[in-house]
């Protein structure tokens, strides 16, 4: 049997990074019917190793440790845990009354509690498969792909989900081909903004070089079907530039640097 893990949906880990996933976990949790649902909830001790280690003393009580209630009210079983993990004895001995075999991931963060759970499952014995489009990270989305760069080669890319659930699995790259990972949803709008920028920056150095719009290019005339506005162009012309500003995204994040989306 399936069952769905909902990590940590919890006010305390909603942020300007993680909230564009909320409604795409409502929903799951609306129409998730092939299994038992649990939901978990983590809460920070004091003294714990997260405040002698990190000295992060947040998400101790209410509100923060509050699991949204879209959540809350379809779980079957909210559990506590105090770790990353959620393979608590609690939700171990669930698993097992349910006969569960394999476990769907759904929440925040990916490089934290959803990792190290995806994999404590996998070491017991129980399918892990992380809805990676149902995912997201306080750290960004520098954080949450290389969660799932870590995740390819820990659990496997059979235990990856890319897409829509319940829907045609999205095939992952190889591991060691980054370049390919699926680009975080929130990135898309920077993309297309950076895709028309560089449309806009290379048509500017061909008008300043004498080039205007002609129906076919042509070098002699300085004549080019292009240009024109970037909304106006074919769409290979603009998922050419897609690509060039999808690569611009991808070289910041792997360099460490992380790109925060703007406040709604």
């Known amino acids: 049997m399936k069952c769905l893990f909902f990590i940590d949906v919890q006010n305390g880990f909603v942020s300007e ?24 909830r983590f809460l920070n001790p004091q003294g714990g190793p997260y405040e002698q280690f990190m000295g992060w003393t947040r998400l101790r009580s209410a509100p923060e440790t509050d699991v949204l209630p879209q ?54 014995g129980i399918r892990p498969v992380v809805l990676t489009d149902y995912c997201a990270s306080n750290g960004g989305a520098g954080s949450h792909a290389a969660a799932i760069t870590v995740m390819l080669r820990t659990i496997g890319r059979r235990q990856l989900f890319a897409g829509a659930y319940p829907g045609k699995k999205q095939e992952l790259p190889p591991v060691n081909d980054s370049a390919r990972l699926p680009l975080p949803e929130e990135l898309a709008p920077l993309r297309e903004a950076l895709a028309e920028n560089i449309h806009d920056i290379w048509a500017a150095g061909r008008l300043a070089e004498g080039w205007r719009w002609g129906p076919a290019r042509d070098d002699e005339k300085r004549q080019h079907p292009c240009l024109i506005p970037y909304g106006e162009l074919p769409e290979a012309e603009k998922e050419y530039d897609r690509r060039t500003a999808e690569g611009t995204i991808r070289f910041i994040l792997e360099h460490g640097f992380e790109i925060t989306p703007p406040s709604e």
Do not use: N, W
């Open 17 to 40: 990074r993680t909230a564009h996933v909320l409604p795409r976990l409502a929903q799951l949790a609306e129409e998730f019917r092939e299994g038992p649902v649990v939901a978990t």
């Open 71 to 124: 959540i809350a009210q379809k779980a079957d079983l909210v559990a506590d845990k105090e770790v990353y993990s959620a393979c608590t004895p609690q939700v171990m001995d669930f698993l097992r009354a349910h006969d569960v075999t394999e476990v769907l991931l759904a929440g925040i963060d990916t490089d934290c509690c959803v990792l190290k759970t995806a994999s404590d499952l996998f070491e017991r």
